[in-house]
């Protein structure tokens, strides 16, 4: 567990990139991050969506450009991509995607190899384990197109030479965090759950200096 940074030890904090800084769970990954006492970067395509986000460094740009990934990736020492995208019932989405394949070349052009992403329940072989309601209802009439992109995007990292982390949360509440968390990749058991976004933020802050999960794809859950 990572412990937050005092002033005394400042200079070790790790400096960090945060994508989808203004969505629900990426929010509570800048606050828990702040409060750590990391040196925190987002980059944010409205400035005005993150006037909230006081102590991190903004950087005005686009997920999908590689030129504004690079100056906000310079100097990091790890990227959470916490990117979502809207339910897209009847239209193709290619955003996660897109935006993962120039953050890998960023990474790379960058030196930077650390990545922590979050997807969620239902992308790659977890797919079938959200519940009956996720699995036969959201997921088949809401989420088939979001969660194809998601496929895509894990495929992107899992074919890069990155240090990667792949987080699959169950479903997202707004609860208060501080239950515990399991992180699973044995989904035998696993027939839905659910997750507080404060705790999503505390595992995925966890990941920065650990390798317990390197290039794993654990699901999330309570």
């Known amino acids: 567990m990572i412990t937050s940074v005092t002033e005394s030890n400042a200079a070790a904090a790790p400096k960090i990139l945060i994508l989808g800084a203004t969505g629900p769970t990426g929010r509570h990954i800048v606050s828990q991050a702040l409060t750590r006492g990391y040196d925190v970067t987002v980059l944010v395509r409205s400035p005005e969506k993150a006037t909230d986000l006081k102590g991190a460094k903004l950087v005005v740009g686009d997920a999908r450009d590689e030129k504004a990934l690079r100056q906000a990736i310079k100097g990091r020492d790890a ?15 290619r955003l996660l995607s897109t935006a993962t394949q120039a953050l890998i070349k960023a990474m790379k052009a960058e030196q930077v190899s650390r990545l922590i992403a979050i997807t969620g329940i239902g992308a790659g072989d977890s797919k079938g384990h959200g519940g009956f309601l996720f699995d036969n209802v959201i997921f088949p009439l809401i989420l088939r197109n ?21 987080v699959r949360p169950s479903i ?14 044995d989904l035998s058991d ?17 990941q920065v200096n650990s390798d317990a999960w390197l290039r794993k794809s654990p699901v999330i859950t309570w």
């Open 172 to 185: 997202l509440n707004n609860k208060p965090g501080g239950d515990t968390i399991r992180a699973l990749t």
């Open 79 to 93: 990227v959470i991509s916490a990117l979502g995208t809207p339910a897209s019932p009847f239209k193709e989405v």
């Open 190 to 206: 696993v027939h839905g759950g659910s997750i507080s976004r404060a705790d999503v933020a505390t595992f995925i802050l966890d």
């Open 146 to 166: 979001v969660y194809a992109d998601k496929n895509r995007q894990e495929a992107r990292i899992k074919d890069s030479d990155l240090d990667w982390t792949i």
